[in-house]
């Protein structure tokens, strides 16, 4: 797996969004056609798009499912969409990779229902994501409004036996506030588990991710991007040719 530049798609209401630190109080709109958006990252040439059902995750159940199987529909079979939000069931797992996504990343139902994300990886092995999201180093659920138990090294492994794919790991307090990425906590995980990495939350410039690529022997094999595409405080194409020529 070679490093990927992914940009969010983050649907609430409709609109494509950015939050700060998850909070749904803290919202900025910066379309209101995130089809517009999809087909803006694959002209510019992502090869993969993240794209999240926010109402979903905290709801539990998908509430944007019309407006994500228009993208995956249109644009599915030109680059890799991974989808997540509100997706608890094996039914629903499938019906988006049928859609045309190519993974759907679990976060709360791999946390709440275990046997379930067994279940999706022996059933789809090779297309579940899990995302640990974290805050103060416990995992949080529910769109991030609780917070469980669990450590995130801990959880890593466990997935890791289940056969997942890749774990997207977001530091919580640092998503959408523009402060720069949890390198260190991001490469401690990375050094755990022998499966890839993607990094999430804070990424301020073309400097976190210059700082990102150091660790891609580490396991870190890619970053969401955000709230720092949408605000130009970093250019995309910028940033890809920067990865093609670590490559």
């Not at 494509?16 to 040439?45: H, N, Y």
């Not at 109402?55 to 539990?60: K, L, M, P, W, Y």
């Not at 509430?63 to 039914?91: A, H, M, P, W, Y």
Request: charge should be neutral; include cysteine.
């Amino acid at each position: 797996m070679t490093f990927s530049i992914i940009p969010a798609i983050d649907i609430k209401g409709g609109n494509c969004v950015r939050l700060q630190q998850g909070e749904f109080s803290k919202e900025t709109i910066f379309s209101d056609l995130p089809e517009q958006i999809a087909e803006k990252w694959v002209s510019q040439g992502a090869n993969k798009i993240h794209i999240v059902d926010l109402d979903g995750a905290s709801s539990g159940r998908q509430k944007n499912e019309t407006v994500i199987k228009k993208i995956l529909r249109k644009f599915g079979d030109k680059v890799s969409f991974q989808v997540g939000g509100g997706i608890r069931d094996l039914d629903s797992i499938e019906k988006i990779l049928d859609q045309g996504a190519s993974f759907v990343v679990m976060g709360t139902a791999a946390v709440k229902n275990p046997g379930l994300l067994k279940d999706a990886c022996a059933a789809f092995l090779g297309h579940i994501i899990v995302a640990i999201d974290a805050k103060n180093g416990k995992v949080a659920t529910d769109g991030w409004s609780k917070t469980s138990s669990h450590s995130v090294i801990d959880l890593a492994k466990k997935y890791e036996d289940d056969g997942v794919e890749a774990i997207l790991y977001t530091d919580i307090n640092r998503d959408g506030m523009l402060s720069g990425i949890n390198i260190s906590s991001t490469v401690k995980l990375a050094q755990t588990v022998n499966i890839p990495i993607i990094a999430s939350g804070g990424i301020s410039g073309i400097n976190d991710l210059k700082n990102l690529l150091k660790e891609e022997s580490e396991g870190v094999k890619g970053v969401i991007l955000g709230r720092a595409l949408y605000e130009g405080k970093i250019d995309f194409q910028q940033a890809k040719k920067l990865v093609d020529q670590q490559e």
